[in-house]
T-cell receptor, first 112, second 113 residues
């Protein structure tokens, strides 16, 4: 099964509300990254958190990492209709594997 | 800005055809990757390359091969296309240095009939 599993699979909120997406993984990591994908397009890198960090901010994005629980969350504050997209977590595993492993994604719909 | 260009946005091929998907990046990245994306399964790694003429199998290499003759170009080859290879194919590149966030192309949606 996937290294990263996102929860929920789909999320629908109103503009202005906060959106929280969770990611769980199975093996030790060097870092965890979040990506965004607009419909029919490639993924865009949003933010990276290293294994020795607990929280990171970038604009309206806040990422937390709990390595003891092997989980991460992505919070988008004051969401906008333009935030509608799919969001993926990806892990850089501490196994020497040179490629990221992606989860199945959360589909976020922000209603105007 | 890094640009990763995939040669086709949409492709329709017949079962048994040999299919080439091309990807070019313009940032001198050492690493290049091919993922396929299917609903409910996320992105799955097919092959990746960390240098010219070097390649490593990902999680689902069966039915695929790759070629990296030049640093900027990474090709995915479907030796004999089958209907279960209908999917979105995403190419990505990254620097070998540091934390290596990926830069993606816009994808090729392949339909095999």
């Amino acid at each position: 099964s996937q290294q990263g599993e996102e929860d929920p699979q789909a999320l629908s909120i109103q503009e202005g509300e906060n959106a929280t997406m969770n990611c769980s993984y199975k093996t030790s990591i060097n870092n965890l990254q979040w990506y965004r994908q607009n419909s029919g397009r490639g993924l865009v890198h949003l933010i990276l958190i290293r294994s020795n960090e607990r929280e990171k901010h970038s604009g309206r994005l806040r990422v937390t990492l709990d390595t003891s629980k092997k989980s991460s969350s992505l919070l988008i504050t004051a969401s906008r209709a333009a935030d509608t997209a799919s969001y993926f977590c990806a892990t850089d595993m501490d196994t020497g594997r040179r490629a990221l492993t992606f989860g199945s994604g959360t589909r976020l719909q922000v209603q105007p | 800005d890094v640009k990763v260009t995939q040669s086709s946005r949409y492709l329709v091929k017949r079962t048994g055809e040999k299919v080439f998907l091309e990807c070019v990046q313009d940032m001198d990245h050492e690493n290049m990757f091919w993922y396929r994306q299917d609903p409910g399964l996320g992105l799955r790694l097919i092959y990746f390359s960390y240098d010219v003429k070097m390649k490593e199998k990902g999680d689902i290499p069966e039915g695929y091969s790759v070629s990296r003759e030049k640093k900027e170009r990474f090709s995915l080859i479907l030796e004999s296309a089958s209907t279960n290879q209908t999917s979105m194919y995403l190419c990505a590149s990254s620097s070998r240095q540091g934390t290596r966030p990926l830069h993606f192309g816009n994808g090729t949606r392949l339909t095999v009939t």
